[in-house]
């Protein structure tokens, strides 16, 4: 579990291939100083498994299911990502619940300057978009950020200078592609209350099923 709070941009220094997955070495710092192999790190957002350390980075497999969700794939060597390590229980929790399970991919469609805050306009398939919600939280490239509108093909995100610049999105332009994990509890509750695809039987919660249970 993480908590969308980057903690330093780290470097892909080599990208090995193998038939329908990948291994990442990815130059870090400020991670390592207690990053242990079989620790989880986000990259990207991403949730990964260090395999091996050294005394400048660490290497992480990518799997099959990964690479065909997030934007690992399109990794090469000097790009820069985003990296945190899971969340410790006993600090602050600054930013939302973060997995790091990718639900998909968007498109930076625009940015644009507000005083000192940078506006970034994501385009994002309607499966993704309906668990956004103004004010509500989004990761992006694993970055905990604040919803600040949605429409019904984008959602847009305001941003400090402090962020941008202590992560990848300092870097970014129109057309990139970025990671996005949606709402964790949102999800949770759109199951629960059986409004998916995968239930079409349960009715849900109505006015009549709360009448029908003494509510």
Known sequence: MFTGMIEEVGTILAVRWGAH??????????????????DSVAVNGVCLTATAKTAGGFTA???????????????TVGCRVNLERAMAVNGRFGGHIVSGHIDGTGRISKIHRDDIALWYTVEAPPELLRFLVEKGSVA????????????????SVSVIPHTAAATSLSESKAGDRVNLETDLIGKYVEKLLGMTPEVPKRPGITPEYLLQNGF
């Open 21 to 38: 997955s990948s291994a990442l070495s990815v130059r870090a710092g400020v991670i390592l100083s207690d990053l242990k192999i079989g």
């Open 61 to 75: 497999d990518v799997m099959h299911e990964t690479l065909n969700r997030s934007t690992l794939g399109a990794l």
């Open 140 to 155: 992006l490239d694993g970055i905990s950020l604040t919803v600040a509108a949605v429409s019904e093909k984008d959602f």
